[in-house]
């Protein structure tokens, strides 16, 4: 069992990448106006995402491929599709990960606020914590990002948890609350938020990129499939966790929160200044994990479309991860929001979603690629389940960017 623990990694950045500022105000928002009732989506949301990113690190682990490179192997006798999907990606996740790398920094930047409200200006703490991704994008090995987001995703955990332990649940409303699906009145959009921030297009590429780094073939599929399941199931119960401190602390109280940081200050009064630094501490791990990820997957996105090498300390990978850090840098330095761009990037990563997950699921299918580890009935009966309601929200996210819904 001690060795299973030993390899966790990339599943710990996969849960790193989608525990960001946005799953967090999600969690915080349906908390706060639903109670209890949604935390079954969130319990979904992390099965489903277990699903396709086991799928994801089967693939690097078993055949050797990156995801983006193996969609480009399979449509190469097509040059058309092959670079349009090729544009596809680069649309979502270079320029979507550089569109909200703004708000991961400033999601940060939130947390720190939350805590020190006087301790520096704005535009200097971004900076500061812009230094501190680039630090562990840069000068760190690809091992080392891995332990320092491991480190993150665990201060995440407990600071969550220790902040619900002060406050005190319901626990009998939060095992019903996600045991039993419901859906209050206004809730549909919040349910979708929650299962839409825990499934992205971005951590399957990720996830099968640092899979093929870290382990060398099929002898080590179980471990890979340990980690994956291991550390999504974590990031989901960081969720739920927000979720339920919302909950507690807020539902039926007639606050207006926007997010988690107005939670942490709401919630000092009450429940003391331990409770505000512990949720304030998680909100700036969120922000920083997801600062470093989304360079991270965009980089090794590039390296598996371009053909250049995917390691984290080459000339083209930093050239690529950096230019993502520095324009979200530059958003959440200068307080600007692209709003075009996050638009256009809203539309690329709904599009991409639903055409990846199905990839995914063909790809997982592939005997050639992955011999008798390719799925079997029950995964692929969970697989199209899956890829399914991807297509509901990839729908959905091109939808809402355009005004519809």
């Known amino acids: 069992m001690l060795k299973r623990f030993r390899a966790i990694g990339p599943g710990a950045l996969a849960a790193a990448a989608f525990i960001g500022p946005g799953t967090v105000t999600t969690a915080t928002l349906a908390g706060a106006r639903f109670g209890y009732g949604l935390a079954w989506a969130l319990v979904f949301a992390t099965i489903a995402a277990i699903i396709l990113q086991e799928m994801a690190a089967r693939l690097g682990v078993v055949a050797r491929r990156g995801l983006g490179e193996a969609v480009m192997e399979r449509l190469a006798a097509t040059p058309v599709l092959k670079w349009s999907a090729a544009a596809l990606i680069i649309a979502a996740l270079f320029v979507g990960n550089a569109a909200y790398e703004g708000g991961n920094i400033a999601g940060a930047v939130l947390g720190v606020e939350a805590a020190l409200p006087d301790f520096l200006s704005k535009p200097l703490i971004a900076a500061i914590i812009t230094g501190l991704a680039g630090t562990v994008l840069f000068f760190g090995g690809y091992r080392f990002i891995e332990k320092a987001l491991i480190t993150v995703v665990a201060i995440m955990t407990l600071a969550f948890a220790s902040a619900l332990a002060i406050i005190g649940p319901d626990w009998f409303a939060l095992f019903n609350g996600a045991l039993t699906p419901s859906l209050p009145r206004g809730s549909l959009p919040i349910v979708l938020a929650l299962i839409g921030t825990t499934i992205v297009p971005y951590n399957l590429f990720l996830h099968a990129a640092t899979a093929r780094k870290r382990w060398s073939g099929p002898d080590d599929l179980g471990e890979a499939r340990f980690d994956a399941r291991f550390s999504i199931g974590i990031g989901g119960a960081v969720s739920v966790l927000v979720l339920s401190t919302a909950a507690a602390s807020l539902f039926g109280a007639g606050q207006t929160i926007s997010n988690t940081a107005d939670m942490a200050r709401q919630l000092e009064p009450a ?135």
């Open 271 to 405: 429940f003391g200044a331990g409770a505000t630094y512990l949720l304030a501490l998680g909100l700036f791990a969120a922000g920083l994990s997801s600062a470093i990820t989304a360079p991270l997957a965009a980089g090794f996105a590039a390296a598996e479309l371009f053909g250049f090498s995917n390691a984290t300390s080459s000339t083209s990978f930093r050239l690529a991860a950096g230019a993502v850090l520095a324009t979200g840098a530059l958003a959440a330095i200068t307080g600007a929001r692209p709003v075009e761009i996050i638009l256009f990037a809203q539309i690329a990563n709904g599009a991409l979603l639903p055409v990846i997950a199905l990839f995914l699921l063909y790809a997982a299918n592939n005997k050639r690629l992955l011999g008798r580890h390719a799925n079997g009935t029950l995964a692929n009966t969970a697989g199209v389940a899956v890829v399914l309601i991807t297509i509901m929200l990839g729908l959905r996210g091109v939808l809402r960017a355009v005004g519809i819904w």
